[in-house]
C-alpha cells in the first residue's frame, strides 16, 4: 500500500465511489476530469446500477473491487459517507477524498455526521481528505479528484493549499483561461477533519515537484504544529499565505463557510511572521502571487529600477515603492550614463526611468530594450519592471527582447505592465508569459507582484 | 472675444501654430485629432511653408490670420513659443494651449524661457494652459487640442484635470481601448504657468457637462484658493484626487516631471480632507473611480451586500469591506426568508450572501437574479456588489437581468465582477458596461469603486 501522501497524490489506483452517467453530475465530471488530464493508473467506478461510464465499467457495490486501491474518492451524500468509508476500509483502502458538503459547516446534523466519520478514522486508521473538499489535484501524476469540469490541468512548479472548494473549481478554471502558469499540486482542505494544513504543508515542503507554496487558510487547526513545519520550510521554499477572517465580519462569514471559528488575527500574524510565511490580503493575490513564483527568481534584494512612459506613473508608483517597502536606488555612474546617452539631451533621467523619451526619438523597442538593458546591469539593482506603452500610433515592438533580457538576466526578475491599447497589451501578455515573463494588466501589480517576491527572499535568508 | 474657459472649451475657432503635414508629427495630429471630433468651428492652420494640409489651407504666418481667433495651439518649440505668444496677442488672440516640452522641468535654460513666458501674458493679458502640456478635451464641444492621435474622444460627464501629459494621451488611448465610459472634459495643466488646478476646478464645478471631477496632482499651486474653491464644489460634485509625491521617493521624481517640488504630504492630506476632496492613492483608480463615477449612482450610506460563488470569497471580501470602512450588515428579516427561499435549506444565508448553493440547484440567472432582487429591496442596503460566476459548464446567463436590476434600483449602485472563465467575463464586461453598468475585473475592485462613491456621498452631505 502506498505512503500517506503518495497514495493521495501518485495513486497507482483510484475508485470513484458514487460514479454517475449523468453529465454535469459530480460523479461524472470528476471521471471526465480524470481522464482530461491522462491518468495513467487503474480507474475503479462504483455505482450500484452498474452498466458503464465513459466506456469503462461499473462495480455495483465497494465489496466488489479488488482489495488495496490506493484512493477513493467518495462523492456520495453526507449520511451515506461514513457507511462508504467503512466499506472503503474492508476493501483495504487506506485513503479517501471526501466531496460531500452537509457537515459542521450546515448544522447540528452534520456536525453529528462529521463526529461519526472521525470515529470511522480512529477505528480503521484511514487518511482523509475533507469532507467538503472540491478535491485535489497533482499534474505530475496527471491525477485530479475535483468535480468540477476543468479539463486538463496546466502543469506548473507551484502548489496551493485552500480551504476553500473555490480555488480548486472557479479560481482554477479562471487560472485557466486567463493566466499561462500551471501548478504542481492543489490541495482542497475542505473541513480539515483529518489531514490539515499543517501535514499538506510538510508533504509539500519535501515535494520535488513544488518550488514554492500559496496557502488560502480560514483557521489553522494546530497552530503550534503549524509554527513548526512553516519554520524549516521558509528556509528553502518560499510559502505565502492568504489567512482570511482577520477582521470581525469575516469571521462571520468564515463560520458559515467551512465550520471554522478564526483564531484570533493578531496572534495569527505574529505566528506567520516568525515563521518566515509571507503574508497576502487580498483573493486576487493568490493569482497573483502564484504567477509571480511560477515565473521569476526570488530577487537578491528590494532595490528596483522601473521605467514607465509618464512622468505621472514615475512618480505615483515610486509613492507606491514607499508604500509596499520596496527601495528605488540611485543608479551606478554608468548606468545614468547610458540612460542619459539613449534620452535625448533636454531629459534629466535617473531611476526611476522616464523611458518615454528615449522611445519616442529611437523607437519604442530600442528605448525599452536599451534602457532595461542598462538596468538590469546596474549591480545596485535586484528587479525591473517595465511599463510598456503599446499604441499602434508610436509603434508596437516585437516582444522578443522582453524573453531575451529575461533569459540573460535571470536572477533578476522581470515584471510587465501596460500603458496604451488594450488590444496590444493582450498579445504582448499572450507572447510574452507563455515564456516565462510575467505581467499584469494594473501598473500597480508588477510591485504588489515584487514585494512578494522580495519578502519570500528575505524570510528564505533570515538569521537561524 | 469668448471668456477666459468658453474660449478653451467652447471655441468658436481655432489656430494651429505650427501645423505639419507629416503624418505622426505633433503639429500633424492635433489636426487629425481635432477633425476625428468632429468639431465645428472655424480652423486655421499656420506653418511658413503654407500650402494644403489634410486639405485645409494653410497661412504662413500668425499676422496673416484673421483677428480675434478665439484659441491658438502653439506647437513650436519652446523657444520659439513666447515671440509666438506676442505674434497672437498682436491678432487679437487672448488664449493659447502651450504644447512644447522643454521649459522648467528641463534645466535653468527652460526655466528662463518659461519666465519670458510670464511676462508675455503679464504684458499681453493672455491666458494659457502649459506649458509642456499634451492638451485638453471637450467632447461636449468636439473639440481637442491633444497632439497625441486619439481619434475620436468617447463623450461622456466625468471630467479630469492632470498635472501630467500622460493623461490626455495615453491614458485617455487606454480608455478609449478598454473602457466603455467616456469624458466631459480633459485639462492636461503641464507645468500650470497660468491656469492651474484652482482655476480648473472652479471651471468644472460649474459645467453643467461636469458630473464628477477626478484630477492627478504633483502639486498645489495656490493650497488656499484650492481649499475655498473645492471646499465648495464638492457639496455638489464629487471630486476625486490622486495627489502624487506623497513620499520622498515620489517627490524626487515629482522634479523631474512637472518642475514642481511636492509640498508636505501630511499638511495636503488634512486640507484636501477639510475641502471634502475624496483621495485615492493607485494611478489606477483614476481610471476605476472614472468608470464607477460614469456609469452608478452615488450610495445613500456606506452599507453593501454582496454576492460570491464562493464562501473563501465572502470571508476574504469582508475583511476587505472592514479594511475599506464599508458596512457589511444584517439583512431585514423579508430578505433572509426570500434568501433563504432560494437557497437549499442546508445553507445557513446571510449577508454575504454565498449565491452557489441557489444558482447550482436553481441555475445562474435564477439565483443571482432573484438574490440580487432581494437584496436591492432591503431597506438596510445602499449599494449591492455581485461577483459573478462564469463557465460554461455552469451555464452562462442572459446578462440582461443585470441591466434590468440596476435600471429598477438606481440609488442604489450595482458594481459587479467575475470568477470563472475569462472569456464570459469579457463578454460580460461588453454587454452590461455600455448600458451602464460598471464592472471589473478584479474582485476586490468594486469595493474600491465603492468605497470612493461611498466616500463621495459623505463628503456632500458633510455638515457645513
Excluded at 201 to 211: I, K, V
Excluded at 310 to 322: F, K, Y
Aim: charged share 20%; proline share 6%; glycine share 10%.
Amino acid at each position: 500500500m502506498k505512503g500517506k501522501f503518495a497514495a493521495f497524490f501518485e495513486p497507482e489506483s483510484v475508485a470513484v465511489i458514487g460514479a454517475s452517467g449523468t453529465p454535469h453530475k459530480p460523479g461524472h465530471d470528476v471521471i471526465k476530469n480524470i481522464l482530461a488530464n491522462g491518468y495513467e493508473g487503474k480507474l475503479f467506478l462504483v455505482n450500484p446500477k452498474g452498466g458503464e461510464i465513459l466506456g469503462l465499467p461499473v462495480h455495483t457495490s465497494i465489496a466488489g473491487l479488488p482489495l488495496g486501491i490506493d484512493l477513493a474518492i467518495i462523492l456520495l451524500s453526507a449520511k451515506d459517507t461514513a457507511g462508504a468509508l467503512r466499506e472503503c476500509a474492508a476493501r483495504g483502502i487506506g485513503h479517501a477524498v471526501l466531496s460531500a458538503g452537509g457537515f459542521a459547516e450546515v448544522d447540528e446534523r452534520g456536525a453529528g455526521i462529521q463526529e461519526e466519520i472521525a470515529r470511522v478514522l480512529e477505528d480503521t486508521g484511514m487518511r482523509v481528505l475533507g469532507p467538503n473538499t472540491s478535491g485535489h489535484a497533482s499534474t505530475p501524476h496527471r491525477f485530479t479528484s475535483t468535480f468540477f469540469p476543468l479539463g486538463k490541468i496546466r502543469p506548473g512548479k507551484v502548489s496551493y493549499v485552500a480551504q476553500t472548494g473555490n480555488f480548486a473549481t472557479h479560481t482554477m478554471k479562471h487560472i485557466l483561461t486567463a493566466e499561462h502558469f500551471g501548478v504542481a499540486r492543489v490541495i482542497g482542505l475542505g473541513n480539515k477533519i483529518d489531514i490539515d494544513e499543517s501535514e499538506a504543508l510538510e508533504y509539500l515542503a519535501h515535494d520535488p515537484e513544488t518550488t514554492a507554496i500559496i496557502m488560502y487558510l480560514e483557521s489553522i487547526k494546530r497552530p503550534r504544529r503549524f509554527l513548526d513545519v512553516a519554520r524549516e520550510v521558509t528556509r528553502f521554499k518560499p510559502v505565502v499565505v492568504l489567512k482570511s477572517g482577520s477582521t470581525e465580519a469575516g469571521r462571520n462569514a468564515a463560520v458559515a463557510h467551512t465550520a471554522a471559528m478564526a483564531a484570533e488575527d493578531r496572534l495569527i500574524d505574529g505566528l506567520l511572521r516568525q515563521a518566515g510565511v509571507v503574508r497576502i490580503w487580498e483573493y486576487s493575490h493568490l493569482i497573483l502571487a502564484g504567477k509571480a513564483l511560477s515565473m521569476a527568481a526570488l530577487p537578491k534584494g528590494n532595490r528596483v529600477s522601473f521605467l514607465a512612459p509618464s512622468g505621472a506613473m514615475l512618480v505615483a508608483l515610486s509613492d507606491l515603492c514607499v508604500r509596499l517597502g520596496i527601495e528605488v536606488p540611485d543608479f551606478a555612474p554608468e548606468t545614468l550614463r547610458r540612460i542619459q546617452e539613449i534620452s535625448p539631451p533636454f531629459i534629466r533621467m535617473r531611476n526611476p526611468v522616464d523611458i518615454w523619451a528615449a522611445a519616442s526619438v529611437n523607437g519604442v523597442e530600442f528605448g525599452y530594450r536599451e534602457g532595461m538593458e542598462a538596468v538590469f546591469r546596474d549591480p545596485h539593482i535586484d528587479a525591473v519592471v517595465a511599463i510598456l506603452m503599446l499604441t499602434e500610433d508610436t509603434g508596437i515592438p516585437q516582444f522578443g527582447f522582453l524573453v531575451e533580457l529575461a533569459g540573460k538576466y535571470p536572477e533578476k526578475p522581470l515584471l510587465v505592465s501596460f500603458s496604451g491599447d488594450r488590444r496590444y497589451e493582450e498579445e504582448c501578455k499572450a507572447f510574452i508569459e507563455p515564456l516565462g515573463v510575467p505581467s499584469f494588466p494594473e501598473i500597480e501589480q508588477p510591485f504588489e507582484a515584487l514585494s512578494i517576491l522580495s519578502r519570500c527572499a528575505r524570510a528564505m535568508n533570515r538569521p537561524k
